[in-house]
C-alpha cells in the first residue's frame, strides 16, 4: 500500500518535471527565434536629480513580446537568455536599439544599459559597445553601463580591463543593485566606477527604519569621498524620495518619479518631469 503510494507521488512529480522542461525548452525555442521576429521593445525609466528634479538618465528595461503568452519580464527570461548565450546578440541589439533612441533625446539625458556577466564573458564587449554608438552617432560620454557586483568578482583582470577601455570612450559604468551581493568595498578602489545604485530594498525600509537611511548615508558619503554618484532605485514614495535627499543622495528612480514606459512616450515624460519641477 504504502509502497504503490510513494510510486503514484513519483509518477505525478515526474508528469509535474516533464511538463516543466517542456515549458522550459518551448521558451528556448521561442526565444531564439524572437530576435528575428522582432518580439523585444526597450521600455525606458527616468533615473531623476533629487535636487534638481532633472532627468539625467534614461535606463533600457527590456520586454519581450511573446506571441501567445504577451509581454514576459526580463526576470523571467534573461537567465534562460544567459543560460543558452542568446543573451550575447540580445544584449548587442539592446546596446544598438538603446544608442538609436538616445540619439533623439535632449543632449544632456543619458541612456543606461544593463548588462550581463555573459555579455563579459563571451561577447567581443567594447566591439559591440564601439558598433553600437557609431552606428547611432552618439559620443560615449550619454551612455551609461550597468553592470552588478558579481561581474567584478569573477574574470577580475578582463573585466577591468575592458572596464577601462570603454571608459577611454567616455562611458560612464554603475554598480546596480548595490548592497545586494558580497560587497567587498576594495573593488570601489580597484574599478573604474563612476555610479552606485543603492538596491531598492534599501529604499523599501527607509521609513520604517533608521538603519537603512544610515546605510543610505554612509554610502552617500562613501560616493562624495570616491567622486561617484549616488542613485537610490525603487523610489515609490514621496517619504522615501525625501529621506533620501536628507541623507544626500544625488539621484532617485522609481515607480513615485514614474514607470518603465515605451520610447514614444519619453518627450510626455521630460514634459511632465519638467511641470512638478
Ligand atoms: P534592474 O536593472 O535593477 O532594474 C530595475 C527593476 O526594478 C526594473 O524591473 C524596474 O521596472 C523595477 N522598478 C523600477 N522602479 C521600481 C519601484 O519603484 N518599485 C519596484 N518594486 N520596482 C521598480 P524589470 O524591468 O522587470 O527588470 C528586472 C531586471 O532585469 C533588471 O533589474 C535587470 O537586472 C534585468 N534587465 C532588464 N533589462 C535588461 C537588459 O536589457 N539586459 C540585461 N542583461 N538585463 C536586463
Ligand atoms: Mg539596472
Ligand atoms: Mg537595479
Ligand atoms: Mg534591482
Not at 180 to 193: D, H, I, K, Q, V
Request: net charge negative.
Amino acid at each position: 500500500q504504502a509502497k504503490s503510494d510513494g510510486r503514484g507521488t513519483y509518477r505525478i512529480f515526474q508528469n509535474e518535471m516533464n511538463v516543466r522542461l517542456q515549458e522550459r525548452l518551448q521558451l528556448e525555442v521561442d526565444l531564439r527565434q524572437a530576435l528575428q521576429r522582432s518580439e523585444f521593445e526597450l521600455f525606458y525609466q527616468p533615473i531623476v536629480n533629487i535636487e534638481s528634479k532633472q532627468i539625467v538618465t534614461f535606463e533600457a528595461l527590456l520586454r519581450w513580446h511573446h506571441p501567445q503568452k504577451g509581454t514576459i519580464p526580463p526576470t523571467t527570461f534573461i537567465p534562460l537568455a544567459e543560460e543558452t548565450g542568446l543573451i550575447v546578440p540580445i544584449g548587442d541589439w539592446v546596446l544598438q536599439q538603446a544608442c538609436r533612441d538616445a540619439a533623439s533625446w535632449p543632449q544632456d539625458v543619458r541612456v543606461a544599459v544593463n548588462l550581463s556577466s555573459v555579455q563579459f564573458r563571451r561577447g567581443a564587449l567594447e566591439l559591440s559597445v564601439t558598433r553600437a554608438l557609431a552606428a547611432a552617432g552618439l559620443h560615449g560620454s550619454r551612455l551609461e553601463l550597468e553592470i552588478t557586483e558579481s561581474i567584478l568578482l569573477h574574470d577580475e583582470e578582463i573585466t577591468r580591463d575592458i572596464l577601462n577601455r570603454l571608459r577611454v570612450l567616455g562611458v560612464h559604468i554603475a554598480i546596480d543593485d548595490f548592497g545586494t551581493g558580497y560587497s567587498a568595498l576594495s573593488y570601489l578602489r580597484s574599478f573604474p566606477l563612476d555610479k552606485i545604485k543603492i538596491d531598492r530594498s534599501f529604499v523599501q525600509d527607509l521609513s520604517r527604519e533608521t538603519s537603512a537611511a544610515a546605510i543610505v548615508r554612509a554610502i552617500s558619503e562613501l560616493g562624495q569621498a570616491l567622486d561617484m554618484t549616488i542613485v537610490a532605485e525603487g523610489v515609490e514614495t514621496a517619504e522615501q524620495l525625501r529621506i533620501l535627499g536628507d541623507q544626500r543622495c544625488t539621484q532617485a528612480q522609481g515607480y513615485f518619479i514614474a514607470y518603465p514606459q515605451p520610447a514614444a512616450q519619453l518627450i510626455r515624460v521630460i514634459e511632465e518631469l519638467k511641470a512638478v519641477a
